[in-house]
């Protein structure tokens, strides 16, 4: 026999945004719900899954604040003190430092497992916050005073609001009628981790070589993150490539900086597709996380953008409860899409764009990046700006894109 339950919020998706929200309404006094369609020992024990995720300084704020941050380990955190943009085989690199600042970093490196077993053990220290785990939604519907999620084992959870937290390919906001921009690049990133034998000093690479990009990112100790994005045909063979083989072509692709390298994980490949929800709310229904933003990774913007649109609901409906309204509103909603979709509309499409220019090889294309390495590099304003916007620094004065750099689609994601 099928039963019903009843919570203040339900939130479908136990990932680190699903969760991380939860926690940031602990002290609410609602009743919150967050069901999972992975088993709990997936969930408490995450397993490596090759990515390491770049987090800006509004993301470490918020995760202090959540007491989620702390849980990392000063050891496992990797701060990155520099970067180098290169084009091509060019030795030409636009490079971005701390000098001058008072901050001592870019941003920071953690591995995703450890940021989604940290978010978890703080999950489950909030008593209001029941985990569901091992439990798929089938279906959603909300009325005027109500939302309703259907589990495959037939129960029904009836809430005040329904959060959607399941992915970049979230079904529920398919079943709300939600309709997304979804952009598939076709292509694959290849992420691994590599030992190499010099010190990475806390710099960070992007290279953008023709027919493929490299990220190598600098994490604890001398090892390196290393992302590397090829058209799809590709991705089978590369990942596939004998390991010394392998690691003996990032080696010259990255000419030696780092010394001997050596592949020392399994090699995980991720297919390329952006997604951006057109709306982030219905009735009594909204969208956080991927579910809302999925983005290309080469800007690190994903999970940084998953808090900050999660920070930002989260206000409103305390916001809410402390003028004592309804807070899975329609009014409520349409505040958290206002806000959150000025920061991810510029975000997500000039890092389309940038993705567009930095793998067309089209002599126009290389004539453009390399005016925007250069320009980026000779102009103090512009460079300051985009490094503003690279550490999520605010509050940024926002600068006028003069005509002729707004022309070029790589700098409007860094303008906003
Ligand atoms: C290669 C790569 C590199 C990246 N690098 C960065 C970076 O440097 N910086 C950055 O900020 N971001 C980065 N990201 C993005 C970041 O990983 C994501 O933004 C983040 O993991 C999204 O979290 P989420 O909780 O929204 O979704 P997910 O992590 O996808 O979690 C969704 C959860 O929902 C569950 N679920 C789905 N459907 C159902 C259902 N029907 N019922 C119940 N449960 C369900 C799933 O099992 C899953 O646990 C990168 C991504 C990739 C692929």
Redesign the pocket.
């Known amino acids: 026999m099928s039963t019903n339950m009843n919570f203040d919020i339900v939130i ?7 969760m991380a929200f939860a926690c940031m309404l602990a002290d609410s006094g609602l009743s919150i719900v967050i ?4 088993s709990l020992q997936q969930v408490a024990e995450p397993a490596v899954d090759g ?5 800006t300084h509004q993301s470490l704020d918020i995760l202090s604040r959540l007491g989620i941050w702390q849980r990392f380990g000063e050891e496992n955190i990797s701060p990155i003190r520099e970067a180098r943009v290169v084009d091509g085989d060019s030795p030409y690199s636009l490079n971005f430092d701390t000098s001058g600042d008072a901050d001592e970093a870019l941003g920071f490196l953690v591995a ?1 497992h450890r940021i989604r077993k940290a978010v978890y053990e703080q999950t489950i220290e909030h008593s209001h916050i029941k985990l569901l785990t091992d ?4 279906h959603v519907s909300t009325d005027v005073q109500k939302g309703y999620v259907t589990l495959a084992n037939g129960d029904m959870i009836e809430s005040s609001l329904v959060i959607a ?4 390919f979230s ?2 906001r398919r079943i709300m009628g939600i309709s997304a921009d979804m952009l598939d690049f076709g292509r694959s ?1 290849i ?1 691994c981790e590599m030992q190499h034998e010099l010190p990475h000093n806390n710099v960070a690479f992007e290279c953008f070589h023709y027919g493929r990009t490299l990220a190598i990112l600098p994490m604890p100790g001398n090892i390196s993150s290393a ?1 590397i994005t090829v058209p799809n045909q590709m991705a089978e063979r590369i990942s596939a490539m004998d390991k010394t083989e392998f690691s003996a072509d990032i080696e010259n692709r990255l000419q030696h900086q780092l010394g001997k390298m050596k592949l020392v994980t399994k090699r995980f490949t ?1 297919p390329l597709v952006a997604v951006h929800a057109k709306r982030f709310y219905s009735q009594r229904f909204a969208l ?4 809302a933003v ?2 290309h ?1 080469v800007t ?5 953008l ?1 808090l900050s649109g999660a920070e930002i609901l989260s206000s409103e409906i305390i916001n809410a409860i402390n003028k004592q309204k309804d807070f899975g509103s329609d009014a409520v909603l349409q505040a958290y899409n206002f806000k959150h979709q000025q920061t991810t509309l510029p975000m997500f499409h000039g890092t389309n764009s940038v993705v567009g220019l930095f793998t067309n090889d089209s002599f126009p294309a290389t004539l453009a990046r390399k005016a925007v390495l250069r320009l980026s590099n000779n102009l103090p304003p512009i460079k300051w700006a985009i490094k503003r916007k690279l550490m999520d620094k605010h509050p940024l004065p926002m600068l006028p894109v003069p005509p002729v750099l707004g022309k070029l689609p790589g700098l409007k994601t860094l303008f906003g």
């Open positions: 479908i998706g136990a990932g680190p945004a699903g069901v999972e369609k992975q990515r390491d995720i770049a987090m995703n439990t798929e939604v089938t937290a399941d992915t970049r079904a529920s990133a992420v992302v991720y956080i996380g991927d579910a999925g983005m990774p690190a913007h994903g999970y940084n998953g």
